[in-house]
């Protein structure tokens, strides 16, 4: 696609349910990262990969977060007995280059919303 | 870890008034982003600063790397309107982009 596709756009679960939210990102962009924002804060990264490896996954709050990128392209970020904290905007976003360096290209984001 | 401050947190301004919102980092930075989010939108790439003392213009935006590069600044001439929005830097840590917590800007018209 044109730009970065995230979905779903918006999510509400319960407490302790098991949640994926998927990132297509720009066709040919090898990095993907992967950020957090709340309200009135900025993005807080989570992790980031470089072709189908977790380059830099120290973002990562705790073990029931993880992340896949099985062939280099789409991204599933897989939260595991979610809880009320983890209520946020959750960004993906895609880059030619990696590492910090060049443009990062935001989807829409999803929006978790966990009762 | 790799840190970036931005001051003020939220900034009111009247339409044709000049923004500016500043960026300190606590390490030296390679280069340094600024980010543009409108109210319920994602954060849209402005502009990367790479060279030390390096000034860019876009039309009204003036942004601007320190000498030193751990500062930057992003100035706005004659708000308008269509200026709202949050205003984040971003700088390289490690293999990530941190994001700054942002200046939000609201405009009376």
């Known amino acids: 696609g044109a730009g970065v596709s995230q979905t779903p756009s918006n999510k509400v679960t319960e407490k302790g349910k098991y949640v994926e939210l998927r990132c297509d990102p720009i066709s040919g962009h090898t990095a993907l990262y992967w950020y957090r924002q709340s309200l009135g804060q900025g993005p807080e990264f989570l992790i980031y990969f470089q072709g189908t490896g977790a380059a830099d996954d120290s973002g990562l709050p705790n073990d029931r977060f993880f992340a896949v990128r099985p062939e280099g392209s789409v991204s599933t970020l897989k939260i595991q007995r979610t809880e009320r904290g983890d209520s946020a905007m959750y960004l993906c976003a895609s880059s030619l280059t990696g590492q910090g360096i060049g443009e990062l290209f935001f989807g829409e984001g999803s929006r978790l919303t966990v009762l | 870890g790799q840190q970036v401050m931005q001051i003020p947190q939220y900034q009111h301004v009247q339409e044709g008034e000049d923004f500016t919102t500043y960026c300190n980092s606590s390490t030296t930075l390679s280069n340094i982003q600024w980010y543009k989010q409108r109210p319920g939108g994602h954060p849209v790439f402005l502009i990367q600063?790479?060279?030390?003392?390096e000034v860019k213009k876009q039309k009204r935006l003036t942004f601007q790397f320190g000498e030193a590069k751990k500062n930057s600044s992003l100035h706005i001439t004659a708000t308008q309107t269509t200026d709202v929005g949050t205003y984040f830097c971003a700088g390289p840590g490690a293999q990530k982009l941190v994001f700054g917590q942002g200046t939000r800007l609201t405009i009376n018209p």
């Open positions: 600063l790479v060279k030390s003392g």
